[in-house]
């Protein structure tokens, strides 16, 4: 970990999932709202200003996906995922150039999930392969998820996320955010939520890095409102 002038990302994001029939699910994220922020550097002798602040705020890139359950049910189920990125945001703003809410490169992530149930508990495993434009390096992605549920009504998860980057651009990227070239780390942190009732919920996690490389290494902080629509059997 080295120390960098005061970098922070603020987003406030829509995202939803929607099941269109009983195998195929659409996925959407959209950051409608990304700022970041640099601090200044002061001199702390005098209070000179040796470098100053700067800051962006804009839309962020979005994503949309599709899911299809290649085993919807049973004790085991199995999905295939593809999501593609839509480079939304700015990848070069602030009055420095250097603040970023994307990467202005399109991407694809391809990425297959299989989880089972035990009592309150689900298990579930998912493996990935991103290809990114912009002559950035492709990655491989993985995570492990274990949730536990009472009543439907609260849930406690634990996730584990990794990317780890083949390396195989020396594009340099000189901002300081999360959007940059050959992209590593290890991630680990607690999801809650609860609905008031059959439909609105609230949410929140904290994740921390057990590994980086050209990331932020300060904790990641949510906090969300949900709403569950549920259609009536027929």
């Known amino acids: 970990i080295e120390d960098i002038t005061t970098t922070s990302y ?70 295939a995922q593809l999501d593609l990125k839509l480079p939304f945001g700015n990848e070069s703003g602030g009055e420095t150039g ?12 391809l990425k297959t999930d299989v989880s089972t149930t035990a009592g309150n508990f689900y298990f579930s495993g998912m493996l990935g392969i991103r290809h990114r434009g912009n002559d950035y390096s492709d990655d491989w992605h993985a995570g492990l998820e274990i949730g536990w549920n009472k009543n439907e009504r609260f849930y406690a998860i634990l996730k584990m996320n990794s990317i780890q980057s083949f390396e195989n651009s020396d594009a340099i990227n000189a901002g300081n955010s999360l959007f940059g070239n050959n992209l590593a780390y290890v991630a680990i942190g607690p999801e809650f939520h609860y609905f008031f009732n059959n439909n609105w919920g609230v949410n929140g996690t ?14 990641y902080l949510s906090l969300g409102v949900s709403y569950n629509l549920k259609k009536p059997s027929k």
């Open 98 to 109: 250097l603040l970023q809410t994307g990467d202005g490169a399109f991407s694809q992530l």
């Open 206 to 219: 904290i994740v921390g890095a057990l590994q980086g490389k050209n990331m932020l290494a300060d904790p």
């Open 10 to 79: 603020y987003a406030s994001y829509l995202y939803g999932e929607y099941g269109i029939t009983n195998r195929f699910t659409a996925i959407g994220y959209f950051p409608v709202l990304a700022r970041v922020t640099q601090n200044q550097v002061v001199d702390a002798e005098n209070g000179n200003e040796l470098i100053p602040g700067d800051e962006l705020t804009s839309v962020g890139d979005m994503t949309l996906g599709l899911k299809f359950g290649i085993i919807p049910k049973g004790k085991y189920v199995w999905s």
